[in-house]
């Protein structure tokens, strides 16, 4: 069996996998493996101790404002195509979150993602003249093409994994922020916004679709390449500050 150009040993295909409990371990410490832990990237430990500049911060927010915007719209494709109406539901509230701030009570996150440029920088002119360079790129390509071409529950997969470490990372930016440099409280929520409960609840959405969907060692094994490939595009993405 071969996906993403990977093959997998997997004599019997419709064998039973791990319970998702022990599936989940195995998922935790892959992404822990130091090239897809964003959590320790140095970029991160950068902002921590006050050593990256504003310019490269903000430059680091503007290219995941650039793929982040277009890629939280496919959230509809996937609403599309889900026969689960539970799912369904909590993919729309995530769809209002981003861009209404719905369940946060606050706005869209573009919205808020603008006011923090705007401090840090970038005007609206810079904002939309921007592309996005190779790293962010090569990510995008990546989650759209998942989030349109493959099963729905392998797009919710990438989605919910991609979130998962959100809280942890964009909590060490904002402790970071408010350590080291002038912003305001405003400004800060574009960070705040992503280290909360409200990303917590749509990374838990991963472990519901695994429980559901990816029961067998053929899906798991797909699954698994599938978020460990993300995780490292995620991880190679935050390279862009370097640019700045």
């Known amino acids: ?19 998702t409990a022990e599936f989940m371990k195995e998922i935790d410490a892959g992404i822990a ?6 959590t320790n990237h140095p970029f991160v430990r950068a902002v921590l101790e006050g050593k990256a500049t504003p310019r490269q911060i903000g430059g ?17 494709i996937l609403y599309a195509n889900v026969p689960d109406s539970d799912l369904r539901a909590a993919l729309l509230e995530n769809l209002l979150e981003e861009e209404k701030g719905m369940t946060s009570g606050l706005e869209g996150h573009v919205a808020l993602i603008n006011a923090a440029l705007d401090e840090l920088g970038f005007s609206k002119k810079d904002r939309e003249t921007a592309e996005m360079l190779p790293e962010s790129w090569t990510f995008y390509h990546w989650v759209d093409s998942v989030m349109k071409t493959r099963p729905f529950f392998e797009g919710m997969l990438v989605l919910a994994m991609s979130e998962k470490i959100n809280p942890v990372v964009f909590s060490r930016l904002a402790k970071g922020l408010r350590t080291h440099y002038k912003v305001s409280e405003r400004a800060l929520r574009a960070f705040d916004v992503h280290a909360g409960e409200v990303e917590e609840e749509h990374a838990r959405l991963g472990e519901v679709v695994l429980d559901r969907y990816v029961t067998t ?17 995620y991880y190679r993405f935050f390279n862009v500050w370097t640019a700045y």
Do not use: C, T
Not at 219 to 231: D, Y
């Open 1 to 19: 069996m071969i996906f993403g150009g990977m093959a997998f040993d997997v004599p019997n295909p419709g064998a039973p996998g791990l319970s």
């Open 33 to 38: 493996e130091p090239h897809r832990d964003r």
């Open 60 to 76: 680091w927010l503007l290219q995941f404002r650039l793929w982040a915007d277009p890629l939280n719209k496919n959230i509809g």
């Open 217 to 233: 060692r053929y899906w798991q094994e797909q699954v698994k390449f599938l978020i460990f490939h993300n995780a490292e595009l």
